[in-house]
C-alpha cells in the first residue's frame, strides 16, 4: 500500500492559485487559460513513463475543477482548504456559520452566557417547566381563568347530580386534613 502524502488544511487560500501558476484572485479567463497549458504538459498519455506527471495531472485537474466552480472558490478564497473541507462535512451553505461559532468571540459569549445562567439551568427552567414548578406561568386572560380546586361541598352537589342523570360511579373515601381535624368527605369516581 503505496503511502499518500497528507496535506495540512491551510485558512490562507493560496495553494491552489500555486498549483495553476497563478495569482490569487486570477480571473476566469486566466485559470482556464493556465489549467490548459499545465493539463497538456503533465498529461499522462503525454508522460506514460512518468508517474509524478499523473499525480500533477491530478492536482492540476483539482484545482481547476475548485476554482472554476463560484461557490467553491468564493469559499477557498475566504477560508482556505480547511473552508472546502468544511464545505464538505456539514454542506457549502453552513460554512460561514461555522467558523462565526467557532471564532474566539462567540466561545467567549457562549462561556459567559453559561455562567451567568448557571449552566443554562435557569434557560431550561424558564422554558421547559415555567420556572419554579409553574409558580412564574404566564397568567390566562381575563375572564377566563380555570379554577382548578372546587370546595368538597360543590364536588358533593356535582356527584349527586351526575348520579341523578344516571351515570356510574363507586364510592371511595377521600380525607383532607383541615386544621388538624380529619375530615372524611364520600366521593365518587367515574368508572371507565
Not at 477560508?79 to 468571540?105: C, D, I, K, P
Request: hydrophobic residues 30%.
Amino acid at each position: 500500500m503505496a503511502e499518500q502524502r497528507q496535506r495540512a488544511l491551510s485558512t490562507s487560500g493560496e495553494a491552489l492559485y500555486e498549483i495553476l501558476t497563478l495569482e490569487k484572485g486570477a480571473t476566469h479567463e486566466e485559470i482556464k487559460k493556465s489549467y490548459r497549458k499545465l493539463a497538456l504538459k503533465y498529461h499522462p498519455d503525454k508522460n506514460p513513463d512518468n508517474p509524478e506527471a499523473a499525480e500533477k495531472f491530478k492536482e492540476i485537474n483539482n484545482a481547476h475543477s475548485i476554482l472554476t466552480d463560484l461557490s467553491k472558490r468564493n469559499i477557498y478564497d475566504k477560508y482556505g482548504s480547511l473552508g472546502l473541507y468544511v464545505a464538505e462535512q456539514f454542506g457549502e451553505e453552513n460554512v460561514n456559520t461555522y467558523f462565526m461559532l467557532s471564532s474566539w468571540w462567540a466561545k467567549a459569549l457562549f462561556a459567559v452566557c453559561g455562567l451567568l445562567t448557571g449552566c443554562y439551568l435557569c434557560c431550561c427552567l424558564c422554558c421547559c417547566f415555567n420556572c419554579c414548578c409553574g409558580k412564574c406561568k404566564p397568567k390566562p386572560p381575563e375572564g377566563e381563568e380555570h379554577e382548578f380546586f372546587m370546595s368538597p361541598e360543590d364536588l358533593e352537589e356535582q356527584i349527586k347530580t351526575d348520579m341523578e342523570r344516571g351515570t356510574d360511579y363507586k364510592d371511595f373515601l377521600y380525607s383532607q386534613n383541615t386544621q388538624n381535624h380529619l375530615k372524611s368527605y364520600q366521593l365518587g369516581v367515574l368508572l371507565v
